[in-house]
């Protein structure tokens, strides 16, 4: 499942697989969707 905090102007995604951890940072939320979806 993957979770999104605005942080200032970007947005941060995170992701859980396989029980490891894995964030990234996007200029926009459709963008943090589409790479959370894609990491998924």
């Given amino acids: ?3 999104f905090q605005k942080i200032g102007k ?3 995604a995170g992701v ?3 029980r ?3 964030t990234k940072t996007f200029h ?3 963008q943090a ?3 959370a ?3 998924e």
């Fill in 16 to 18: 859980c697989v396989n």
């Fill in 28 to 30: 926009t939320k459709a």
């Fill in 37 to 39: 979806k894609q990491t």
């Fill in 20 to 22: 490891i951890r894995r």
């Fill in 1 to 3: 499942m993957a979770s």
């Fill in 33 to 35: 969707e589409a790479w």
């Fill in 10 to 12: 970007k947005w941060k």
